[in-house]
């Protein structure tokens, strides 16, 4: 199974990841709640570009509230009007003892990862093998956040690979 490769940080980037898809009341983990964990769990490579990137945990909570917003609103529900009729009972975190499953772009994801860490010739699976294969997911909805965030695949990459490249010397 892929996660015997993970690194700790990875294994505290994807726990993450699970308890930012129950607070969100995701009933799947999402490429974009595996984004949201390799930001929360603030560790390794990853971590530290998306940050030097300026994208923090609490921007890219923001823009995927604005995002699931738009979406409702796309087909004519009103995220703030639910909130507001419901109240104190507006609550959508997924309770601890459910189990969610991973979505399938999540799952292409966590595969690319064990192939980007091939190609780079590491052993362990990091975060930045998980950031870089989200990257490499089609359609992936936390590229559009980065994008929406003003943060390219191709500007990530490189900040990837120069820090990379520093920690090696």
Aim: proline share 2%.
């Amino acid at each position: 199974m892929i996660f015997t490769r993970f690194a700790r940080e990875t294994r505290t980037s994807v726990e993450a990841a699970i308890e930012e898809a129950r607070m969100l009341g995701h009933d799947s983990i999402g490429d974009e709640d595996l984004l949201l964990g390799i930001l929360r769990a603030d560790e390794g490579i990853a971590a530290e570009s998306l940050s030097s990137l300026g994208v923090t945990l609490e921007d890219a909570r923001d823009e995927s509230e604005r995002m699931t917003s738009e979406a409702l609103s796309s087909v004519g529900i009103s995220l703030e009007d639910l909130r507001r009729q419901a109240g104190d009972a507006f609550d959508v975190r997924i309770p601890a003892d459910r189990r969610i499953p991973f979505s399938p772009r999540a799952k292409r994801a966590l595969e690319q990862a064990l192939g980007e860490a091939r190609v780079l010739g590491d052993n362990r699976i990091t975060s930045e093998h998980v950031l870089r294969g989200i990257l490499r997911v089609d359609e992936c909805t936390a590229v559009r956040m980065l994008a929406r965030l003003g943060v390219s695949p191709a500007t990530l990459e490189d900040r990837m690979s120069e820090l990379r490249g520093r920690a090696a010397s």
